[in-house]
């Protein structure tokens, strides 16, 4: 059983508890729409990159493109605007050489970035951290591969309709096929 002193308490508890939750209610909770708020400029650089990238690709970056942002960011305000950082970023999200040369070609960058919505406000966000010339750097992280084309071709005779998928009539012919005469 309870003795006196124990039911006290509990009624002073159970009287403060409503002011508690009045005084809760009137509190208000703080968002910062600023990621940078208490980042050095070279962690503002990074984390401006990782968002530009996941916001046009919906995709995180590799660890390895982590990395070399991170890298590149730290190094100073120029290296941005390297070639190289441009080919590493590629190279690190899995792009073939082929498509990292075409990705990565100097005097196209520029050009291709500014076509890019999500390009252009990457490199706006950092010129305002004095990051200028980050064209290559914004390209390589929010560019992202077109669909690709289906790989097969479905054949008619004589101009019908094409027959539904169930059917056994279907011919299916890999793109890559030649037909023989």
């Known amino acids: 059983m309870l003795n006196l002193a124990q039911v006290g308490f509990l009624a002073l508890l159970v009287g403060l508890f409503p002011a508690q939750l009045k005084q809760a209610s009137k509190m208000k909770l703080e968002r910062s729409d600023d990621i940078c708020s208490h980042l050095s400029p070279s962690e503002c650089c990074e984390e401006m990159l990782k968002l530009a990238s996941f916001r046009a690709t919906r995709e995180h970056l590799p660890e390895q493109a982590s990395r070399i942002l991170k890298i590149g960011c730290s190094v100073g305000k120029r290296s941005l605007g390297r070639g190289s950082v441009c080919t590493s970023l590629a190279t690190s999200r899995a792009f073939s050489q082929k498509e990292v040369k075409r990705l990565c070609a100097p005097k196209q960058v520029k050009r291709r970035c500014t076509r890019s919505k999500s390009c ?5 966000d950092l010129a305002a951290l ?9 390209y390589a992280v929010t560019y992202k591969r077109r669909a690709r084309r289906s790989s097969e071709h479905v054949v008619t005779v004589s ?3 094409p027959p539904s998928r169930g059917d056994a009539t279907v011919i299916v012919i890999p793109k890559r096929s030649r037909l023989l005469p």
């Open 159 to 161: 101009g019908e309709e």
């Open 120 to 124: 252009q406000q990457c490199t706006k």
């Open 130 to 138: 004095d990051y200028r010339g980050a064209h290559p750097a914004c």
